[in-house]
């Protein structure tokens, strides 16, 4: 069997334009048995102006009739396309299958350079392309079988006439690639505990959950789709629900990498009186992050509800093991209430800045904006809208914006407006300033202007 793929590379050697010397060993066997075998096949060309899938016809096509004498040990059934943007280059991934009693797939990436395909070809496919310069690039391929995947990492050097493959150990987290849902948002939940399958409790051992100590109402299911697309043979990932008091569920993914079992939540749903959400997302190759909020009810009454949320935003660093080291923090409060005036539902909704510091005061902004509902339920307008800045220490506010400030976006209101303060009157001391939407027109912009007042400790509204 590999004596084929040996007489394949031969071809290439002997018929296409020069490639660059292999570093891969398998090529290296493959020329040197091949060398003595004299048989002309033409060399597969492409125009630069081919769309992508008459040049993916054109390589099968260019195979299956070049190599019709291994059909009986191996069978090249398709290609895909892999470039980036603007790329001097296109690989050709090309799938086949050795023919016997088990099933055994394969792939090769395959190089396509300046309207010509290379003789040098990497065992495996390729589904990410670093680069590195304008000539550099770093390929990730996946040299798998039927059982697992196998990883390999190449740097690959694009000359005038010539393509240079070396294998390295210098890449960046690959499996960020591989995982199939980056975003949790829980919006589909049930769905997914619907399709999963339900431990019994002589099964829970699978998690190193004791089956004697889960309550009646705990439950465990196990999810059919995986974490990653590709599970390494040095590990493999388990993603669960996990199902407690009252209706509240977490979804887990468990990792054992080496005989090392690591976890990380990536939603949580649900509660009693009090609500817990958690999203979670893998931003990039090197940044997690996970935000819970917690849901409390502060307020019942015949004509009044209201509810207190405070949110824990947490950002992590991790890596190929998915091991999490923590790079910042932030809490966020935030309260809802809601109403009816003139038999017309109103909401309140009151924001609190995280704390920040400013001319030697601990402070945090309280917004406050008043939400009109049309009797459809759909919002009509927002009115009211204000800020107070609060000292920390003494809870009582220290600057009093005019109403009706324009806000760009909601998050933002959980923010310090640190590049708001400047010293306008150079006492030392920094002011604060604010665009007012009321005053300002289509051709001028006015904003509201705040001088801080050393003895008493506050901002005074200044014209």
Same mark, same amino acid.
């Given at each position: 069997?590999?004596?084929?793929?040996?007489?394949?590379?031969?071809?290439?050697?002997?018929?296409?334009?020069?490639?660059?010397?292999?570093?891969?060993?398998?090529?290296?066997e493959?020329?040197?048995?091949?060398?003595?075998i004299?048989?002309?096949?033409?060399?597969?060309?492409?125009?630069?102006?081919?769309?992508?899938s008459?040049?993916?016809?054109?390589f099968?096509k260019?195979?299956?009739?070049?190599y019709?004498?291994?059909?009986?040990?191996t069978?090249?059934?398709?290609?895909?396309?892999?470039?980036?943007k603007?790329?001097?280059?296109?690989?050709?991934?090309l799938?086949?299958?050795?023919?016997?009693?088990?099933?055994?797939?394969?792939?090769?990436?395959?190089?396509a350079?300046?309207?010509?395909l290379y003789?040098?070809?990497?065992?495996?496919?390729?589904?990410?392309?670093?680069?590195?310069?304008?000539?550099?690039?770093?390929?990730?391929?996946?040299? *798998?079988?039927?059982?697992s995947?196998?990883?390999?990492?190449?740097?690959?050097?694009?000359?005038?006439?010539?393509?240079? /493959?070396?294998?390295t150990?210098?890449?960046?987290?690959?499996k960020?690639?591989?995982?199939?849902?980056k975003?949790?948002?829980?919006?589909?939940?049930? @769905?997914?505990i619907?399709?999963?399958?339900?431990l019994?409790?002589?099964?829970?051992?699978?998690?190193?959950?004791?089956?004697?100590? /889960?309550?009646?109402?705990?439950?465990?299911?196990?999810?059919p789709?995986?974490?990653?697309?590709?599970?390494?043979?040095?590990?493999?990932?388990?993603?669960?629900?996990?199902?407690?008091?009252?209706?509240?569920?977490?979804?887990?993914?468990?990792?054992?990498?080496?005989?090392?079992?690591?976890?990380?939540?990536?939603?949580?749903?649900g509660g009693?009186?009090?609500?817990?959400?958690?999203?979670?997302e893998?931003?990039?190759?090197?940044?997690?992050?996970?935000?819970?909020?917690?849901?409390?009810?502060?307020?019942?009454?015949?004509?009044?509800?209201?509810?207190?949320?405070?949110?824990?935003?947490?950002?992590?660093?991790?890596?190929?093991? *998915?091991?999490? @080291?923590?790079?910042?923090?932030?809490t966020?409060?935030?309260?809802?209430?809601?109403?009816?005036?003139?038999?017309?539902?109103?909401?309140?909704?009151?924001?609190?800045s995280?704390p920040?510091?400013?001319?030697?005061?601990n402070?945090?902004?309280?917004?406050?904006?008043?939400?009109?509902?049309?009797?459809?339920?759909?919002?009509?307008?927002?009115k009211?809208?204000?800020?107070?800045?609060?000292?920390?220490?003494?809870?009582?506010p220290?600057?009093s914006?005019?109403n009706?400030?324009?806000?760009?976006?909601?998050?933002?209101?959980?923010?310090?407006?640190?590049?708001?303060?400047? @010293?306008f009157n150079?006492?030392?001391?920094?002011?604060?300033?604010?665009?007012?939407?009321v005053?300002?027109?289509?051709?001028?912009?006015?904003? @509201?202007?705040?001088?801080?007042?050393p003895?008493?400790?506050?901002?005074?509204?200044?014209?």
């Open positions: 069997m590999k004596k084929i793929n040996y007489f394949l590379l031969s071809i290439y050697m002997l018929l296409l334009i020069n490639g660059c010397k292999s570093v891969v060993s398998k090529q290296i493959k020329a040197a048995i091949a060398e003595e004299d048989v002309k096949i033409p060399p597969f060309e492409y125009k630069r102006d081919d769309v992508d008459i040049l993916l016809r054109s099968i260019y195979y299956k009739d070049n019709a004498k291994d059909s009986s040990q069978n090249y059934y398709g290609a895909e396309l892999l470039y980036q603007d790329s001097i280059f296109k690989v050709i991934n799938y086949g299958d050795y023919v016997g009693a088990t099933y055994n797939p394969f792939a090769e990436s395959h190089i350079y300046r309207n010509k003789a040098e070809f990497i065992y495996g496919e390729t589904f990410r392309i670093d680069k590195l310069s304008p000539s550099k690039y770093l390929f990730y391929t996946d040299d *798998f079988n039927r059982l995947s196998s990883f390999h990492f190449y740097n690959v050097t694009f000359n005038n006439d010539s393509v240079v /493959i070396e294998p150990s210098n890449y960046r987290n690959y960020y690639d591989l995982i199939q849902k975003k949790e948002t829980l919006e589909n939940l049930s @769905d997914e619907g399709k999963s399958r339900k019994e409790r002589n099964e829970l051992y699978t998690l190193d959950v004791d089956s004697l100590t /889960i309550e009646a109402n705990e439950n465990y299911y196990v999810s789709e995986g974490f990653l697309s590709r599970e390494n043979s040095d590990g493999y990932s388990i993603v669960y629900y996990h199902q407690k008091y009252g209706d509240e569920t977490e979804k887990v993914v468990r990792f054992i990498i080496e005989d090392t079992v690591r976890e990380i939540t990536l939603g949580i749903t009693d009186s009090d609500g817990y959400k958690m999203t979670s893998f931003v990039n190759d090197s940044v997690f992050v996970q935000s819970l909020v917690h849901k409390e009810t502060i307020k019942e009454s015949n004509d009044t509800m209201g509810y207190a949320f405070d949110s824990i935003v947490t950002k992590f660093r991790y890596n190929e093991k *998915f091991e999490l @080291d923590t790079i910042s923090k932030d966020f409060k935030y309260k809802k209430y809601r109403f009816k005036r003139y038999n017309q539902p109103v909401e309140n909704h009151i924001f609190y995280m920040f510091k400013i001319n030697g005061l402070c945090f902004w309280i917004t406050t904006t008043e939400v009109i509902f049309r009797a459809n339920g759909t919002p009509l307008k927002a009211d809208i204000s800020r107070k800045l609060i000292n920390s220490e003494t809870k009582k220290i600057l914006s005019q009706d400030m324009i806000i760009g976006k909601e998050n933002d209101l959980f923010y310090s407006l640190i590049d708001n303060f400047k @010293d150079f006492d030392g001391y920094l002011d604060f300033s604010i665009y007012n939407s005053c300002s027109g289509a051709s001028h912009a006015f904003y @509201d202007t705040y001088l801080f007042n003895k008493t400790k506050k901002f005074d509204y200044r014209k």
